[in-house]
């Protein structure tokens, strides 16, 4: 097979790594296949090594694929233990780690005018609203409301998620074929309604944060809705910035 030749003003770098991004938009690499080697790269695409591994270098800080060392570059996964809670960024104070998972709810209902359009879907259109709990220390810290459209998660219901050892993000990829590579978040304080309050085993009007987050798989196409409340009386949340 000769050469692919990429054809854009972009820098040649930039281009392979978006013809890499496209065939992973493509499936032709599942989240946790290893890539082809940077020499069988660079022949499909008839460019140098070095410019191969600029290329992923960049999806590696994206977090779309991650190097092993002595072992290769591999596609990233959200079933990998280091990304699990990539999206989650709640940590203790103390030395409590990860969160015990309480499903409130899954049903199938009509977009409303604001998750259409951070879905870019029509008001109206069906979705998948998902409700639960995450649990530290055996009490309530965090309530999830999530949104996601019908037609690229057709089959997810109650049973699938209580029967899935992971993730949902995890889940999304093996069951679904949808693999989260960036997110988008909006925080802000809140007080607890009585509604909330009773879920999250606080008082009606103590402080939350509120974590609206818009996930989306390649080519920037958003595929997840989600807003979380937040108890963070032990817990703060944690952002690094580079």
């Given at each position: 097979?000769?050469?692919?030749?990429?054809?854009?003003?972009?820098?040649?770098?930039?281009?392979?790594?978006?013809?890499?991004?496209?065939?992973?938009?493509?499936?032709?690499?599942?989240?946790?296949?290893?890539?082809?080697?940077?020499?069988?790269?660079?022949?499909?695409?008839?460019?140098?090594?070095?410019?191969?591994?600029?290329?992923?270098?960049?999806?590696?800080?994206?977090?779309?694929?991650?190097?092993?060392?002595?072992?290769?570059?591999?596609?990233?996964?959200?079933?990998?233990?280091?990304?699990?809670?990539?999206?989650?960024?709640?940590?203790?104070?103390?030395?409590?780690?990860?969160?015990?998972?309480?499903?409130?709810?899954c049903r199938r209902v009509r977009a409303s005018a604001d998750v259409a359009h951070a879905l870019t879907l029509r008001t109206?259109?069906?979705?998948?609203?998902?409700?639960?709990?995450?649990?530290?220390?055996?009490?309530?810290?965090?309530?999830?409301?999530?949104?996601?459209?019908?037609?690229?998660?057709?089959?997810?219901?109650?049973?699938?998620?209580?029967?899935?050892?992971?993730?949902?993000?995890?889940?999304?990829?093996?069951?679904?074929?949808?693999?989260?590579?960036?997110?988008?978040?909006?925080?802000?304080?809140?007080?607890?309604?009585?509604?909330?309050?009773?879920?999250?085993?606080?008082?009606?009007?103590?402080?939350?944060?509120?974590?609206?987050?818009?996930?989306?798989?390649?080519?920037?196409?958003?595929?997840?809705?989600?807003?979380?409340?937040?108890?963070?009386?032990?817990?703060h949340y944690r952002n690094e910035l580079n």
């Amino acid at each position: 097979m000769p050469p692919v030749k990429p054809r854009s003003s972009a820098p040649l770098y930039a281009q392979i790594r978006q013809l890499i991004v496209a065939a992973l938009a493509a499936g032709e690499w599942r989240p946790g296949d290893a890539l082809p080697s940077e020499a069988a790269l660079a022949a499909r695409f008839g460019a140098s090594a070095g410019t191969v591994r600029r290329a992923l270098d960049e999806l590696t800080a994206a977090h779309i694929v991650e190097r092993r060392q002595g072992s290769g570059t591999f596609v990233a996964t959200h079933a990998a233990p280091r990304q699990q809670f990539r999206f989650l960024r709640l940590v203790a104070d103390d030395a409590a780690s990860g969160f015990a998972r309480q499903l409130l709810g899954c049903r199938r209902v009509r977009a409303s005018a604001d998750v259409a359009h951070a879905l870019t879907l029509r008001t109206g259109e069906p979705v998948i609203e998902v409700r639960r709990l995450l649990h530290r220390r055996e009490r309530p810290v965090v309530l999830d409301e999530l949104w996601l459209p019908e037609r690229h998660f057709e089959g997810l219901t109650a049973e699938v998620i209580e029967a899935h050892p992971g993730t949902l993000y995890a889940l999304f990829e093996t069951s679904f074929g949808v693999h989260m590579v960036r997110a988008e978040e909006k925080l802000r304080a809140v007080a607890a309604t009585p509604q909330t309050a009773a879920l999250l085993g606080v008082q009606a009007g103590a402080p939350l944060l509120s974590v609206e987050r818009l996930a989306y798989t390649y080519g920037d196409r958003p595929m997840e809705l989600r807003r979380g409340l937040y108890h963070t009386d032990a817990d703060h949340y944690r952002n690094e910035l580079n």
